[in-house]
């Protein structure tokens, strides 16, 4: 009997949160808002990190590392407000695909969450070569999760 109070009790805060989630959004332009206050930043900094793999900014360590912990903490935000209803409507690049294929953009977002946390990782290390490498992983992940639900 504990077993299963303890296991309803778990489910309705599971369902709180989720509730929580999506409440948050409860117009379609907060969940459009957030996600471009989300994505802005994230290609902020992932510019700047970006400038230094190109040559076109001296390599700061320090600078590096903290850009990209900044990308992966940053890249876990915005995929709830992508999935909030009518968060394709409005001023917005998302397809409708995206809401259509919930499973695909959700696993898309994952790899890109994943990648980028992999370059907070490869940045912490200060090795340029090795973080060259893991941002174009990153940045690869970007672009195809760009390349199918966003419209240019």
């Known amino acids: 009997m504990k077993k299963v109070l303890r296991w309803g009790v778990c489910g309705l805060f599971v369902m709180g949160v989720f509730g929580m989630a999506y409440a948050q959004f409860a117009k379609p332009e907060d969940a459009i808002g957030y996600r471009k206050g989300a994505m802005t930043l994230i290609g902020h900094h992932f510019s700047r990190i970006g400038a230094v ?12 590392a903290k850009d990209a912990e900044l990308v992966a903490t940053l890249s876990t935000l915005p995929w709830d407000a992508f999935m909030a209803p009518g968060a394709e409507k409005g001023q917005t690049h998302l397809k409708a695909e995206a809401l259509k294929d919930k499973e695909g953009f959700r696993a898309a977002a994952d790899a890109t969450v994943a990648e980028t946390a992999r370059l907070s990782q490869v940045a912490a290390t200060g090795d340029l070569d090795v973080i060259k490498t893991q941002f174009g992983a990153a940045g690869k992940s970007c672009k195809g999760c760009h390349e199918k639900y966003r419209t240019h």
């Not at 793999?53 to 590096?64: I, Y």
């Open 53 to 64: 793999v190109q040559g076109k900014a001296p390599f700061d360590k320090g600078a590096v």
